[in-house]
């Protein structure tokens, strides 16, 4: 009530527009933000920078540890890294050095800012330790190339005297003991190097005291030059040796001590003063943040108070206004129409009403265009409200998807109905050439007289390649409305006209639009009045059989020469089926003559056979009598000689 009595007390607000009163608010909201972020970059600058710090000291940290890890991993694999020694670079030397120039840029970005007093000794002994650590790094860097490994620096002196002692020990001196002795010393060394225990190292010295020794009792076997030579050797690589330890022990490569030593006691010194500054700025931020937090929210809560009441005194009227059209949109809302709204003035919430009435026209135009295409009743004039109307285009697109599904549609159907079509005719013919699969003639009628009526043809021939004498040739096996001057052209050469070219060419043929004249000198077809000619090869496995031709007064469709086309394949295997059907019964009829023609010579032979027997019985008998007869007569011509 209060708030009313004030809304009339101005009664100026009324003439303002909906769009000033949001820009009076507008620019109250900005000033009141403004004023309020001065006020929150005062309170807060101080935690803002304590931030600054925190970051910079956790920076410094990570330099630290990458600069801790750089030198670990240059004392891990660059100490026996050949490379190194040679080319005198590692880039854990580069990484090292750039950490360190980073913390010491970063130290120096703190000192030049508005410090703490608190952490300017810690910072400042940071800087000097990590200059201490630089300095110590490069001294353990040049004793480390100058101890060498294998081939470079002390190492590979120490192993140049040793091996020249080896070479004139093994070559010049027949002394095993000297060998032995010499043996124990590499062997020694090697030990120490490998395992780094101090007790070779005295055992390397008294081996080369025993060397020495057993070369000066050997002086009357050996040169004078290689003697003095030898224990010249042996003094220079003993130095080498100790040299080399005291190298180790200098750096602490092999143990915690040195220089090593040195610079890891820098590096946790480093990482605890800068764990030590960081846990006190954390402190101090914590605390100057929990105080600016408490100031800014009081002076937030008393803006929020003034402007949350000076934006409910301009809204009262917009309220009222946006009821009014709220009711209207929970209309629209539940999928009805309303009725239009009147307006009346010139402000924001009279347009908005306009726009929302004409929202109600769209949107009963669009109903009533979408019943008709539920109708599909696609020609119903309708366009978008503009060119940004998602509904309108939206119905447009539908309609015009509609309209190319039911085309789509259309065109399934009749390929559907063409599929069905096809199958039936590639099944009757099949049943045709099943059923007339021993006569070629007849076959060849049935084919073509029901190929033309099927199609819808008016003419149509089926030629078939033969040979006379070895000479192919083209016959009209059968042909379907033919007059009396084709049926006399029945017979062509291999070659001639579109029926020769067709097979020749192994492929399709179609001419639309032929005159008369032509139809009679190339497709054998004349007298017709056909306009359209269709000639198909009988081709299986690339041999071609023959042709079919037909004619008619309407185009043949593409679907109707694929249907040709394929029944021409069938044809074709039928056309060979009946050839070998043909010739098999040709076969069987000459195979059973000559059977019967064998049977019967079979017959007259076991006739013949049976006589020659019984002949050969009877001569066999009479050589029996012929032989008792003799023996008789021989016997009578005995007694009659002896008596």
């Known amino acids: 009530m209060i708030a009313n009595k004030i809304w009339h007390n101005f009664q100026v607000l009324n003439k303002i527009t909906i769009r000033g009163r949001f820009i009076a608010a507008t620019v109250g909201i900005f000033f009141t933000l403004v004023l309020i972020g001065l006020l929150a970059y005062f309170l807060t600058r101080k935690t803002f920078h304590f931030n600054s710090l925190a970051f910079k000291l956790r920076k410094i ?11 670990k991993s240059f004392m891990m694999k660059e100490l026996d890294n050949t490379n190194f020694f040679s080319t005198k670079q590692s880039d854990f030397i580069d990484t090292f050095q750039y950490k360190i120039n980073q913390t010491n840029q970063i130290i120096e970005d703190i000192n030049l800012s508005e410090s703490i007093d608190d952490i300017f000794s810690p910072i400042n002994e940071i800087s000097s330790l990590n200059h201490k650590r630089s300095l110590l790094f490069d001294n353990i860097v040049k004793m480390v190339l100058e101890r060498g490994f294998t081939d470079v620096g002390a190492e590979g002196r120490m192993r140049e005297k040793i091996h020249f002692i080896e070479k004139i020990i093994m070559d010049s001196l027949s002394n095993n003991e000297l060998k032995v002795m010499l043996l124990s010393l590499r062997r020694n060394e090697k030990d120490f190097f490998l395992r780094k225990d101090e007790k070779y190292i005295s055992k390397v010295d008294e081996l080369v005291k025993k060397l020495k020794i057993r070369i000066n009792e050997e002086i009357e076997n050996i040169n004078k030059i290689h003697s003095d030579k030898l224990n010249k050797l042996l003094d220079d690589y003993l130095f080498l040796f100790k040299e080399i330890i005291e190298r180790d022990r200098e750096t602490g490569v092999y143990k915690n001590e040195g220089i090593d030593l040195l610079i890891n006691n820098i590096n946790a010194k480093i990482s605890s003063l800068a764990e030590q500054i960081y846990n006190l700025i954390e402190t101090k931020r914590d605390a100057s943040s929990d105080k600016s937090i408490l100031y800014i929210s009081l002076i937030a809560v008393f803006f ?14 917009i309220l009222q206004n946006i009821k009014f059209v709220m009711e209207y949109a929970g209309v629209l809302s539940k999928g009805l129409i309303p009725n239009e709204l009147s307006t009346q003035g010139n402000d924001e919430i009279t347009a908005m009403i306009s726009s929302l009435n004409q929202l109600g026209y769209n949107i009963r135009t669009a109903s009533h265009f979408a019943n008709e295409l539920s109708n599909e009743n696609f020609e119903l004039p309708y366009s978008a409200a503009s060119p940004d109307d998602i509904l309108g285009n939206a119905l447009i697109r539908l309609r015009n998807q509609l309209k190319e599904a039911k085309t789509q549609s259309d065109k399934n159907r009749e390929i559907e109905q063409y599929r069905l079509w096809s199958s039936n005719g590639q099944a009757k013919f099949l049943e045709i050439m099943r059923k007339y699969n021993n006569n070629l003639s007849v076959l060849a009628q049935n084919i073509n007289s029901e190929l033309v009526n099927y199609l819808g043809a008016n003419q149509g021939a089926l030629y078939l390649i033969k040979n006379q004498d070895d000479t192919p040739y083209i016959e009209a096996t059968s042909t379907f409305a033919y007059n009396k001057e084709k049926l006399e052209k029945a017979h062509l050469e291999i070659d001639e006209g579109l029926i020769g070219r067709c097979i020749f060419e192994k492929s399709t043929v179609y001419l639309a639009d032929i005159p008369n004249s032509y139809l009679k000198i190339t497709s054998g077809l004349g ?5 359209y000619l269709l000639i198909v090869p009988l081709k299986y496995e690339n041999e071609v059989l023959g042709a079919l031709e037909l004619a008619s007064f309407r185009p043949f469709e593409k679907p109707i020469i694929e249907f040709v086309e394929i029944l021409s394949f069938n044809i074709a295997v039928g056309i ?19 059977s019967e023609a064998l049977q019967a010579q079979e017959e007259e032979l076991r006739q013949n056979l049976e006589e020659l027997q019984t002949t050969q019985e009877e001569m066999e008998k009479k050589e029996v009598k012929l032989k008792k007869i003799i023996k008789e007569l021989e016997n009578q011509d005995r007694m009659d000689l002896n008596q």
Not at 304 to 317: D, E, H, K, P, R
Not at 527 to 531: E, L, S, T, V
Request: zero cysteines; charged letters at 15%; proline letters at 2%.
């Open 576 to 594: 060979l089926n009946v050839k070998r059907n043909l010739q098999t019964n040709e076969l069987l009829e000459k195979s059973i003559e000559q």
């Open 527 to 531: 007298g017709a009045n056909p306009r």
């Open 304 to 317: 929020a108070l003034i402007l949350g009441f000076i934006l409910y005194v301009l809204s009262l009227q």
């Open 61 to 71: 940290q990570v330099q630290n540890y990458e600069a801790i890890i750089s030198y």
